[in-house]
């Protein structure tokens, strides 16, 4: 629409150009100079460095995430090996303990043995006094009881009595209900 | 305001009018003396000037960030891969793909030159845009045209020739009316109307902002109507702004539908 208001415009007067037509071939001839130029310039100087510096950019991008993943593996490696000697360590650690515990029980259990056989020792050996105590206490009870017995039948016949001769009766009963 | 200034015979335009608003005609906003060569091939004026600017300052801030290029990218040279980047990431890859790569020196070319071309329309001293005259917007076009159909005939041979103007998928009978549409809309439209869309859009800009700087001076220049000049100029701030935009609007356009016609020509099946 503007271009017909243009052209109708130029019919109107004219002196009035016609802009839709270049009129200046000097205008084209500076403006394809120019342009040309810059493609030319862009194409083989200016754009090279840039173009080149952003594929090292780039590349150096992929360098770096290359370089951090291999870190993050390494890392995660390390965090593997650290879990793998922790576990170890927790593993041997049960394990010492365990021995430990087994030593203080079979510690525990011979010295509760050897001190078990020496009270029953002990006991074995106070119980053989006691008995040659009761031995000789009844031996001894046995005499007095004779002549206690005796002394008290001659005082029920009122006659005397022989103590050494019924002495050995009198024990021979006391032996017979011990 | 600073339009008028820049070209004095556009207040001698208002003031001819006898205190009404007269806008200066066409030739007097887009028509600019000769520094030389006035009539020949070699004419240098205003528009080769901004041609000339727009060619050396992409040089310089691609030269500057090319010199000490360094793997963390700081100033200019951060700012320049920046612009790779975009032009890599929103024109070559979505419309002609990784192999469209070896295209990104004339895409990124072109979009800088039309960029700064255009910026001139907001550059105070100059409201110009190169662009707003046919001259660069068409030669842009015819190298965009020679690029694809290249390309197509390149990889494709003849085969491409078949491929834009016998569409797969048609019925045969229909190629009667597609293939002379085609011919019109792939070979001669295209160019035509990508270096239309460029130069009208400029050129639409530039007498629009023309338009209301000669409003403004006008209108603070009879005391009744301060007020509403005042507001033309808040017209004329806020399109200069907006032709700011457009500015780089119209080259990422340029260079997006330039890439789009490389790859269908790379690609003719899809």
């Keep these: 629409m503007l271009a017909s208001l243009l052209v109708l415009a130029a019919e109107e007067d004219p002196a009035a150009i016609n802009p839709v037509v270049p009129d200046e071939i000097g205008e084209i001839f500076w403006g394809a100079l120019a342009f040309f130029t810059l493609w030319i310039l862009m194409r083989y100087w200016l754009l090279p460095p840039l173009m080149k510096v952003r594929e090292e950019r780039r590349a150096k991008e992929i360098e770096d995430l290359e370089a951090a993943e291999a870190a993050r593996t390494a890392a995660e490696q390390v965090r593997r090996d650290y879990d793998t000697t922790i576990a170890e360590a927790r593993t041997r650690a049960a394990e010492v303990l365990e021995e430990a515990r087994a030593a203080a029980e079979a510690d525990r259990a011979s010295k509760v043995a050897a001190a078990e056989a020496e009270v029953a020792a002990q006991r074995q050996e106070a119980m053989a006094e006691l008995e040659a105590a009761r031995a000789a206490a009844i031996d001894q009870m046995g005499g007095d009881v004779a002549d206690l017995a005796v002394t008290a039948a001659s005082k029920v016949v009122d006659a005397p009595l022989d103590v050494a001769s019924h002495r050995g009766t009198v024990q021979n009963y006391v032996e017979g209900n011990r | ?270």
Excluded at chain 2, 25 to 39: D, R, S, T
Excluded at chain 2, 61 to 84: D, T
Excluded at chain 2, 108 to 127: D, K, Q
Excluded at chain 2, 186 to 193: E, M, N, Q
């Design chain 2, 1 to 270: 305001m600073l339009h008028a200034l820049a070209n004095p015979s556009v207040l001698l335009a208002a003031e001819e009018g006898g205190g009404g608003v007269e806008f200066p005609p066409i030739n007097l906003i887009v028509k600019w003396p000769h520094a030389f060569g006035e009539g020949q091939w070699y004419g240098f004026n205003k528009i080769a000037l901004i041609s000339l600017i727009a060619m050396i300052v992409p040089v310089l801030l691609f030269w500057l960030a090319g010199r000490k290029a360094s793997l963390v990218p700081k100033g200019v040279q951060n700012v320049m891969e920046s612009s790779i980047d975009f032009v890599e990431q929103q024109v070559v890859l979505p419309a002609i793909g990784p192999d469209g790569m070896r295209y990104l020196p004339m895409l990124i070319s072109m979009f800088f030159f039309i960029w700064i071309g255009n910026l001139f329309e907001v550059i105070p001293t100059a409201h110009m845009p190169a662009n707003a005259r046919m001259a660069n917007p068409l030669m842009l076009a015819i190298v965009a045209w020679v690029m694809f159909i290249g390309v197509g005939l390149k990889h494709h041979k003849l085969g491409y020739l078949k491929e834009a103007l016998f569409p797969p998928g048609v019925p045969k009978a229909l190629y009667i009316l597609v293939t002379p549409i085609e011919f019109l809309s792939t070979f001669l439209i295209r160019p035509f109307s990508l270096a239309v869309r460029l130069f009208a859009n400029m050129l639409a800009g530039h007498i629009l902002l023309v338009t209301f700087s000669v409003l403004t001076i006008t209108l603070v220049g009879a005391s009744l109507l301060v007020i509403v000049g005042g507001l033309s100029f808040a017209m004329l701030v806020a399109f200069t702004g907006f032709e700011f935009m457009v500015a780089f609007l119209q080259a990422f356009i340029f260079s997006l539908l330039t890439a789009v016609y490389i790859g269908g020509a790379l690609h003719p099946a899809h």
